[in-house]
């Protein structure tokens, strides 16, 4: 995800995701090469620069709780996708979940 699109990485390469338990492919996903790396990394430098330099830190926190809203209503299968790929129960994939909300929380004020 760079600039705000789904991409492709410049090598084009994918690795499997495995589910530990099963050992069955969960999906394929792009691999990150150092070019891919670097042209993230200027996306980014570039937004800082322009758009988010000029972001209050008030609108930035709002966007963070959206976040956080988003995560928090899509609980369940951000847990599911976590059991899936770590292997571990729901139980423990929901507290981890519950716990990107809570951090995303802190960091937005």
């Given at each position: 995800?760079?600039?705000?699109?789904?991409?492709?990485?410049?090598?084009?390469?994918?690795?499997?995701?495995?589910?530990?338990s099963t050992e069955e492919v969960i999906v394929s996903v792009a691999e990150a090469t150092?070019?891919?790396?670097?042209?993230?990394?200027?996306?980014?430098?570039?937004?800082?620069?322009?758009?988010?330099?000029?972001?209050?830190?008030?609108?930035?926190?709002?966007?963070?709780?959206?976040?956080?809203?988003?995560?928090?209503?899509?609980?369940?299968?951000?847990?599911?996708?976590?059991?899936?790929?770590?292997?571990?129960?729901?139980?423990?994939?929901?507290?981890?979940?519950?716990?990107?909300?809570?951090?995303?929380?802190?960091?937005?004020?």
């Open positions: 995800f760079i600039n705000n699109e789904w991409v492709e990485g410049v090598d084009k390469k994918t690795f499997e995701v495995i589910n530990p150092e070019k891919d790396v670097d042209i993230a990394v200027a996306a980014a430098r570039k937004a800082f620069e322009t758009e988010w330099r000029q972001t209050t830190p008030q609108k930035r926190g709002l966007l963070m709780n959206k976040l956080a809203d988003l995560a928090e209503q899509n609980l369940d299968l951000l847990a599911a996708v976590e059991s899936l790929d770590n292997g571990k129960s729901i139980m423990m994939a929901r507290g981890d979940a519950g716990a990107v909300v809570g951090c995303l929380r802190y960091y937005a004020g």
